[in-house]
């Protein structure tokens, strides 16, 4: 089945530094990642849609100066929290959707970043 | 108005009964539905998705759409405690290059009582 990868799977860091995350798809190409962040308690939030060798479209509310997003190749796509403060840790997830065969239109996700900021 | 609404529960049932999750949603562009498990700290495991009204199954789950009234529903037969988890409903819309990015319940936990 298809597999998505993230690293690391926690961090935590200082207020002030950037956090990057990774996301790869191991077993098959995806010209489109999401990232979602997930509060306690809360349901997953999609932050942006990460398109191979484009711009990334973020949702209403997310900072894109912030949130640093790179897909530079079919099966990598980095989140960057740049400057993080406390209100900024969260549980960070990324869904890769497949692109041909069984996998086409399906989002597999990542088991997920967790990241304290202190 | 939330554009997708789930009751976080907790739902508890006892082993081997039939579980029904269910959702609502209020944007008529969404034309696809999924259903995630999510196990306590780790990222959502796709259980099924369908793009159209109706009944969808694989083994012990049943998918159903009722896209007239906006309403989503997962049902469990024969229930394990391996069963108990949060259910997340899901659904988007599509774009040019295919399905968007997905919109989320809250989550419904799940457990099922040995």
């Known amino acids: 089945g298809a597999v998505v990868s993230q690293h690391p799977s926690w961090v935590i860091c200082k207020s002030g530094t950037s956090v990057k995350i990774e996301c790869r798809s191991l077993?098959?190409?995806?010209?489109?990642m999401f990232w979602y962040r997930q509060f306690p308690k809360q349901s997953l939030m999609l932050m942006a849609t990460?398109?191979?060798?484009?711009?990334?479209?973020?949702e209403q509310g997310v900072e894109k100066d912030k949130f640093l997003i790179n897909h530079a190749s079919l099966t990598l796509s980095t989140l960057t929290v740049t400057s993080a403060h406390p209100e900024d840790s969260s549980f960070y997830i990324c869904?890769?959707?497949?692109?041909?065969?069984?996998?086409?239109?399906?989002?597999?996700f990542g088991p997920g970043t967790r990241l304290t900021v202190l | 108005q939330k554009e997708v609404e789930q009751d976080p529960g907790p739902l508890s049932v006892p082993e081997g009964a039939i579980v029904s999750l269910n959702c609502t949603y209020s944007?008529?562009?969404?034309?696809?539905f999924m259903w995630y498990r999510q196990y306590s700290r780790k990222g959502p495991e796709l259980l099924m998705y369908?793009?159209?009204?109706g009944n969808k199954e694989d083994g012990r789950f049943t998918a159903q759409v009722d896209k007239s009234s906006k309403y989503i529903s997962l049902f469990i037969r024969d229930s394990q405690p391996s069963d108990s988890a949060t259910y997340l409903c899901?659904?988007?819309?599509?774009?040019?290059?295919?399905?968007?990015?997905?919109?989320f319940g809250k989550g419904t936990h799940l457990i099922i009582q040995p």
């Open positions: 869904s890769a959707r497949g692109t041909s065969g069984s996998n086409y239109n399906e989002q597999f």
């Open positions: 077993d098959f190409q995806a010209t489109t």
């Open positions: 990460s398109n191979e060798g484009s711009k990334a479209t973020y």
């Open positions: 944007n008529s562009a969404f034309q696809y």
């Open positions: 369908t793009y159209s009204s």
């Open positions: 899901a659904t988007g819309p599509y774009s040019g290059g295919g399905a968007d990015g997905l919109t």
